[in-house]
């Protein structure tokens, strides 16, 4: 338990401290102090600097993970409206990413565990949309890969700049 209450200490601190710097200029000292512990301690956790990003971009698309694997085993809820709370999700884990250049290598990284995890439990509330709904869906899994890719850039709002309401209007027509 200890091991995993440092560890997500150290994620906080990295998570907190890409709020106002730029992943780059953070050290592992900045992150050691921030998280309260020694410095030493973080590679114990962490190989590099770079590990402890990919843990808090891992951290948020596990969330996500989390969340579309109960609605999928979920059967009170209808199939596409399991969909848009996916989508919401994924909008609420990539807003909080931080703003600056950065944004996009951290898009790049979120989209790609997304697109690659979330795929097989897209598929199969697709296949609960085919049977509960009559939907038409030939090719679930290649149909879910075409909707996360439109959901991950309909989420990088700086390749086509909206207001929030924008996106969740659009998230909502496309599960429509």
Avoid at 41 to 49: D, R
Avoid at 74 to 88: N, P, V
Wanted: net charge negative; glycine share 4%; charged share 25%.
């Amino acid at each position: 338990m200890q091991y995993l209450n440092k560890r997500e200490k150290i994620l906080d601190a990295m998570q907190q401290l890409m709020t106002t710097a730029d992943t780059r200029s953070i050290t592992v000292s900045e992150i050691a102090q921030k998280a309260g512990i020694g410095k030493g301690s973080i590679y114990y956790y962490f190989p590099s600097k770079n590990d402890i990003l990919d843990g808090v971009i891992e951290r948020a698309y596990s969330r996500v993970l989390e969340k579309g694997k109960a609605l999928a085993a979920a059967s009170d809820i209808d199939a596409f409206c399991k969909m848009e709370i996916i989508y919401h999700a994924c909008l609420e884990s990539f807003n909080a990413a931080p703003d600056g250049q950065e944004r996009a290598f951290i898009h790049l990284k979120f989209a790609k565990a997304i697109i690659t995890h979330l795929r097989p439990i897209l598929a199969d509330i697709l296949r609960q949309a085919v049977a509960e709904n009559g939907a038409v869906c030939e090719y679930p899994e290649e149909t879910a890969y075409i909707i996360l890719l439109v959901l991950t850039a309909t989420l990088d709002n700086r390749l086509v700049p909206m207001k929030e309401s924008d996106v969740s209007r659009i998230l909502t027509a496309f599960t429509q």
